[in-house]
């Protein structure tokens, strides 16, 4: 089991930026994730990689403006969202998948979760 803690969410202007840090206890060998909800919607796949080193995959609502990362030294993985919009307002969640786990933004994928930090942008 990985233990994942979220931090660095907050409320910002419509453009400005945030970096989200998901400082996790073991991030090696796995799919990393980050994922969103808004109230009323279903959870969204926003972005995800294979760690140490692998390929992103992003939403396309989120193509171009957000950057997943990561610091496998520090087992972390990073959110860079930048040019946010009122509709990237949710709550976001990190998530692990299992150790030689497949690696998507599909839900499945993931079998640890973070309590999630709120993002609000506001307009």
């Known amino acids: 089991q990985v233990t994942l803690v979220e931090s660095g969410g907050g409320s910002v202007q419509a453009g400005g930026s945030l970096k989200l840090s998901c400082s996790a206890s073991?991030?090696?060998?796995?799919?990393m994730g980050w994922f969103r909800q808004a109230p009323g919607k279903e959870r969204e796949g926003v972005a995800a990689?294979?760690?140490?080193?692998?390929?992103?995959t992003y939403a396309d609502s989120v193509k171009g403006r957000f950057t997943i990362s990561l610091d496998n030294a520090k087992n972390t993985v990073y959110l860079q969202m930048n040019s946010l919009k009122s509709e990237d307002t949710a709550m976001y969640f990190c998530?692990?998948?299992?150790?030689?786990?497949?690696?998507?933004?599909?839900?499945?994928?993931?079998?640890?979760w973070g309590q999630g930090t709120q993002v609000t942008v506001s307009s």
């Open positions: 073991n991030i090696d060998k796995r799919c």
């Open positions: 998530a692990a998948g299992a150790r030689y786990g497949s690696c998507s933004r599909d839900q499945s994928n993931f079998v640890d």
């Open positions: 990689v294979w760690s140490p080193a692998g390929a992103p």
